[in-house]
Each structure stands twice: as structure tokens, then as C-alpha cells.
């Protein structure tokens, strides 16, 4: 007499069905690296993230974020990356410049109009195309966040016009194109990491710095500077890096997951940034900032003398991308 295997009971199939997607998905820490406080809206898209995290692996990830560079500067976090000894860093793409080139694009002096433009910018093609440069440098880029646009705050004076730039002593990040931005405006461009400014600026080493409102808000630069002056010279972008050595050892399940919770924490990021930006403008204000605004003409005279660093760095940045950069523009203005 034959055998017959049992039918299962109907419970067990259904439980077989029901396993959660994130069953085989290993146990792991993620560390992130920053270079700003946890106070800034990088928080924020980082909470999303491991928010997200936690619905996709039932717990299983974890991100260990460590702020205000305590694990090194955004570069050499950054290089950490590069050699797979750790896993995540959020920082602007200027400090890495010298590992990618193409990314000076996003220094480049009065690039973008407003948020709406960058926004179509880096998660359109053009911005496509750069991420995909990254894994040649050992990098994966899971999602662009926001960094701001960048205004000048100093000890000297308020900056009205062009003038106003002669003889200050800028700290400026350790950038090519900033340094050269600065130089051409009259200013004396200083490069110097993130983490020593603060101090460079209570000592007098410095009289100058340029970050977004956030930034300058949650780095307590009220504290040591007497002017904020609206410039809006540059906008650039925050990078979610992931370590390309590590990511090629995750499932490909984990792979997406990681992108698709960088995208969600790039939703939940940006929000933060643009609600905290006019906050941040009316705190150091309160804690007695001078704030101005230039006029359009004003404005319109620094940024033409600054023109000529866009074909200065051409050559350096490649005049694919920057001719890359100028007809998405021209296409996203024209409204196609």
C-alpha cells in the first residue's frame, strides 16, 4: 500500500505565507558619520530612516550616528567608506571634491534659483549621472538631502556689495572653487575644517564664515560673529554615501531597502531643513545678529565678477558636466 504524504494543516501554509519580507535579513549596526550637530535636520532624515529600517527588518538595523565629526572630518569619514572600515557618512559633496571632480558642479557660484530648481536638478538625470560617478570611487550614493543654500556671517561689517568682500578673512571649506569664488569677490579665502571653525572665530584667527541658516544656527555662530548677510552664493547638497565595498556585500533585498529609506528620510530631511531655515534666521537674529539683504543690483554686480570661475573650473570639474549642468538648467527654465 502507497503512502501519501499528509496535507498540511491549513495553519501551517498560512504562517509559511505570512513570514514578514524581512525574515532573511541579517543583523546589522550601520554606522553614520556627520559633520554637523544633532540639532541640525540631518537628525531628522536620519530618525526617518531608522524609522523605516525598523518597518523593513522587523527591527533588525540599527544606525549608530555619531555627530559633529566625532568620528573625523566629512572627508576622511568619507575615506573610511572607501576602504569598507565604516558604513555611512551624510556630507556636502564640496569637501569631496578631490576623490570626484564632478562634483565641483554643485560649487559652483549662483548656480540654482531657488530650492524648486535644485530639487528637479539632483533627482532628475543630471543628478542620476553623478551618483552613478560615485562607484568608481568605491561610493554608492542612497539619496541627495538637503544642505541650503549658503550665506556669509562675520565679525568686520555688514556685506552690502561687492566691495564689502576686501581684505576678510573667509573660512571657506577645503574647496577649490570656494577658495577661488572667495579670492576672485577680494576676500582672503582661508580653508579650514568644519570642526575648527567655531574656535577659529572666537579667536579672532578668522573673521568670516559661510553656511546656511541652519548650520549656522545649531554651530551657535551668533555667539562669535556680529553679522549675517543673505548672499545665497552657492547651494550644496547633502550626500547619503554608503560604503560600496559593504553595500556589494549586502543581499539585494538589503540594497533597497537602503535606497528606498534614504529616499524616505530625503522627504522628511528636506522638510525639516526648509521649515527650520527661517526659524534658524529669526533665532540668531534674537541672539543678536544683524541681518541684511542685498540689493538685486548688488547682487547682480558680485555675481557677474564671479562669473569667471565657472570656466576657471571647467577644466578641473569637466566641461561635459558643467555643460551638462547648464542644459539642464536651460531645460527646466524653458519648461520642458
Known amino acids: ?146 544642505n541650503g543654500f549658503r550665506n556669509l556671517t562675520n565679525s568686520l561689517r555688514p556685506v552690502t556689495k561687492l566691495e564689502d568682500f576686501d581684505g576678510m578673512r573667509v573660512r571657506v571649506m577645503q574647496n577649490d572653487i570656494f577658495l577661488d569664488t572667495f579670492s576672485t569677490l577680494g576676500a582672503n579665502a582661508m580653508p579650514m575644517a568644519f570642526g575648527e571653525v567655531f574656535t577659529a572665530l572666537e579667536t579672532g584667527t578668522i573673521d568670516a564664515q559661510e553656511n546656511p541658516y541652519v548650520t549656522i544656527d545649531t554651530s551657535q555662530f551668533s555667539e562669535v560673529q556680529d553679522y549675517l548677510s543673505e548672499t545665497r552664493h552657492a547651494y550644496t547638497p547633502f550626500m547619503v554615501l554608503f560604503s560600496k565595498t559593504l553595500f556589494d556585500t549586502y543581499s539585494a533585498e538589503e540594497q533597497q531597502i537602503l535606497r528606498d529609506c534614504a529616499m524616505e528620510g530625503q522627504g522628511v530631511q528636506r522638510e525639516a531643513s526648509r521649515a527650520l531655515s527661517q526659524e534658524s534666521l529669526a533665532r540668531v537674529q534674537e541672539a543678536g545678529m544683524e541681518f541684511n539683504q542685498l540689493e538685486p543690483a548688488e547682487v547682480e554686480r558680485i555675481r557677474e565678477a564671479a562669473a569667471v570661475v565657472y570656466e576657471r573650473a571647467s577644466a578641473t570639474i569637466g566641461a561635459d558636466v558643467v555643460d551638462g549642468m547648464t542644459a539642464a538648467l536651460d531645460e527646466l527654465r524653458a519648461g520642458g
Open 1 to 146: 500500500m502507497t503512502r501519501r504524504n499528509p496535507v498540511p494543516p491549513l495553519a501551517a501554509i498560512l504562517a509559511t505565507v505570512a513570514l514578514p519580507a524581512w525574515a532573511q535579513v541579517e543583523t546589522r549596526t550601520i554606522t553614520v558619520s556627520n559633520g554637523v550637530a544633532e540639532t541640525h535636520p540631518v537628525a531628522n532624515g536620519i530618525d526617518a530612516m531608522q524609522a523605516c529600517f525598523d518597518e523593513r527588518t522587523g527591527g533588525a538595523w540599527t544606525l549608530a550616528a555619531f555627530w559633529s565629526g566625532a568620528l573625523g572630518s566629512d572627508l576622511d569619514a568619507t575615506q573610511a567608506l572607501r576602504s569598507g572600515t565604516q558604513e555611512m557618512v551624510v556630507t556636502s559633496t564640496s569637501p569631496l571634491v578631490g576623490i570626484e571632480p564632478a562634483l565641483g558642479v554643485f560649487d559652483l557660484p549662483f548656480l540654482f534659483a531657488d530650492e524648486a530648481e535644485a530639487d528637479a536638478i539632483l533627482d532628475g538625470e543630471f543628478g542620476t549621472m553623478i551618483s552613478e560617478k560615485m562607484g568608481a570611487s568605491g561610493l554608492v550614493n542612497l539619496a541627495y538631502w538637503e
